[in-house]
């Protein structure tokens, strides 16, 4: 878990690093280059038809809700403060509880219906500049949480099928195909040397992020692992300061403060139900 969020840490910073690259170049090269560390997790004797489905319909809908929380989150990365983005992407399992109940039918009582509730707070806190400066970047955030409702949703039943390398693997082809179609734009850049590394330091470390996560809550109690997540939130206030001289503030603390409690609420009653633990990242 400490390895999957150093690597996601490190992919936010190349992200917003990378702001000067249109948006559809940095997500084809992300998932282009991020499709190197799945192939290697196929099974040998599956090489030839890993890919086939009898769930294309709902493989596509985790695809797409998937590729429209990316981009909404590559979108924050690059024009808020990198601990802002970070604090509202830990309300994912508050939307997760909310489309949960209109999905799926679950039934909510008064504990997590309270962290909801407390996680909004959080966030509104989070998002006041929003109000004050008119910057409307910050939905993009929220709006990543909303899609990653319906990929949790999507995955809770694509994951009593299909293996985690086929889920995978068609969200990144969505997502690499969308971010080629916009090379027709001609607004692409022909990176750097550096950039170039900077390019597949993002994809590598963002895939790999994906499957270390995974390989977490395989090895170890959900219970154990979950609350280690929080510390990239440590890491985008540290890179945030050091790179782009990001000071946050003292709302944007307490409302972060605020999220990751209702979220670990959400969590500990998610635990003891014994229901799959969705990740609000990609």
Not at 96 to 124: C, D, P, Q, Y
Not at 193 to 206: A, E, H, Q, R, S
Not at 223 to 242: D, E, Q
Request: aromatic share 16%; with cysteine; hydrophobic share 55%.
């Amino acid at each position: 878990m400490v390895g999957s969020v150093v690597c996601f840490s490190i992919m936010d910073i190349c992200v917003k690093w990378l702001d000067y690259y249109p948006v559809g170049q940095v997500l084809f090269l992300r998932f282009f280059i991020g499709f190197i560390p799945i192939f290697f997790i196929i099974p040998k004797d599956k090489l030839l038809d890993f890919y086939k489905t009898s769930r294309p319909g709902l493989h596509a809908f985790r695809a797409a809700t998937g590729a429209a929380a990316i981009i909404a989150l590559f979108i924050g990365l690059r024009e808020l403060p990198l601990a802002d983005v970070v604090s509202l992407t830990f309300g994912g399992p508050i939307f997760v509880t909310v489309a949960s109940i209109f999905f799926l039918s679950e039934k909510v009582r008064i504990k997590r219906w309270s962290a909801v509730f407390l996680g909004f707070v959080g966030m509104l806190l989070i998002v006041q500049p929003a109000f004050i400066d008119l910057n409307f970047y910050y939905i993009t955030p929220i709006v990543f949480c909303i899609f990653f409702a319906c990929v949790a949703i999507s995955v809770r039943s694509l994951s009593k099928t299909e293996p985690n390398y086929r889920i995978a693997f068609y969200f990144t082809v969505l997502c690499s195909i969308l971010g080629l179609a916009t090379f027709f734009k001609g607004d692409w850049i022909l990176p750097a040397k550096i950039d170039l590394i900077i390019f597949i330091v993002m994809g590598l470390c963002g895939s790999v992020a994906n499957l270390l996560l995974t390989q977490s809550y395989r090895l170890a109690e959900a219970s154990l692992v979950t609350p280690i997540k929080y510390l990239s939130l440590v890491f985008a206030i540290v890179f945030g300061f050091l790179i782009w001289n990001e000071i946050p503030k003292i709302l944007t603390l307490l409302g972060a403060l605020l999220v990751i409690a209702s979220s670990l609420i959400i969590f500990t009653r998610e635990n003891k139900l014994k229901k799959q633990i969705i990740n609000p990242r990609a």
